[in-house]
Nanobody, 133 residues
Framework: QVELVESGGGSVPAGGSLRLSCAAS????????MGWFRQTPGKEREGVAA?????????????YYADSVKGRFTISQDNAKNTVYLQMNNLKPEDTAMYYC?????????????????????WGQGTQVTVSS
């Protein structure tokens, strides 16, 4: 069992920045795929970014991004803190959503599936991001 807790959401004007955090606890795995998703009312959950952790203790890893956030968002991890981050810069009103982190433990991310919510086993409760124009 893995528990995920997101934080860092808030309200910012367009062009602003936020850094979301996702703290993991419970069972740990050497390899995993950590993802960030977002969802607005009436729409499907959308994959934003993901990071493939190759081995425990290794903060590097292959990253994946949705086209809509490339160049603006950066996913990173700090294994010592069991935390994954999503740095969001140059935010736009269309980035407004509830943001969730998720983990697929024991398995890596793959280019054809990292963005699919049904690939992930555990989810956080979400943190709201609101960007005003």
């Amino acid at each position: 069992q893995v528990e995920l807790v997101e934080s860092g959401g808030g309200s910012v004007p367009a062009g602003g920045s936020l850094r979301l955090s996702c703290a993991a606890s419970g069972a740990t795995y050497s390899t995993n795929c950590m993802g960030w998703f977002r969802q607005t009312p009436g729409k499907e959950r959308e994959g934003v970014a993901a990071m493939y952790r190759y081995r425990k203790g290794d903060d590097s890893g292959k990253t994946y991004y949705a086209d809509s956030v490339k160049g603006r968002f950066t996913i990173s991890q700090d294994n010592a803190k069991n935390t994954v981050y999503l740095q969001m810069n140059n935010l736009k009103p269309e980035d407004t959503a509830m943001y969730y982190c998720a983990v697929l433990p024991g398995v890596g991310c793959y280019s054809g599936s990292w963005h699919r919510p049904d690939e992930y086993d555990y989810w956080g409760q979400g943190t709201q991001v609101t960007v005003s124009s």
